[in-house]
């Protein structure tokens, strides 16, 4: 395939295009027994030893009092909504790119967790998001070990 050449200065050039870079890596221990825990569509968190903290995604240590944070423990699909933003930019694990609806997107707590994470907000509208409203977990129509797995969160009780 050539190369489409855009600037060419010296040895340095530069080209627009993508790349598709195949590659694997381990996660972890903590990460990996998410994974397996996507796969079985439930939530696995790790406990801090010392403070007690509950880590959703999972950690091997505590953020506030650095002890380790290998005790694992089951969570349940619910969840709060502790904030939220409207942006037409669609969120891949590629790239951003501008998207013709806005997609809603939230840091979500689940239930039993210390700590929360970003998602997406699915089966509502921008007039119905609340900060402190419950939410459920939305899974993959195919479960695949991996962080797609998470389609995202919905209001408990519907839009």
């Known amino acids: 395939m050539p190369l489409d050449l855009e600037k060419m200065e010296g040895d340095i050039f530069t080209s627009k295009g993508m790349v598709k870079a195949e590659f694997t890596f381990w996660v972890g221990l903590a990460m990996d027994k998410f994974y397996d825990g996507t796969t079985d569509q439930k939530f696995i968190g790790t406990k801090c030893s010392k403070c007690g903290k509950v880590f959703l995604p999972p950690r091997n240590r505590c953020g506030d009092c650095f002890a380790k944070a290998e005790e694992f423990v089951d969570l349940p699909g619910t969840a709060t909504l502790k904030n939220f933003t409207i942006t037409p930019w669609k969120i891949t694990e590629r790239?951003?790119?501008?998207?013709?609806?806005?997609?809603?997107?939230?840091?979500?707590?689940?239930?039993?967790?210390?700590?929360?994470?970003?998602?997406?907000?699915?089966?509502?509208?921008?007039?119905?998001?609340?900060?402190?409203?419950?939410?459920?977990?939305?899974?993959?129509?195919?479960?695949?070990?991996?962080?797609?797995?998470?389609?995202?969160?919905?209001?408990v009780g519907g839009a």
Not at 144 to 150: A, M, V
């Open 95 to 155: 790239r951003a790119k501008k998207g013709n609806k806005n997609a809603l997107v939230g840091l979500v707590q689940v239930d039993g967790a210390d700590s929360a994470f970003m998602t997406e907000i699915l089966n509502t509208t921008e007039d119905k998001l609340e900060e402190g409203m419950k939410l459920k977990v939305v899974w993959a129509k195919r479960i695949k070990g991996h962080p797609q797995d998470i389609a995202g969160f919905e209001p």
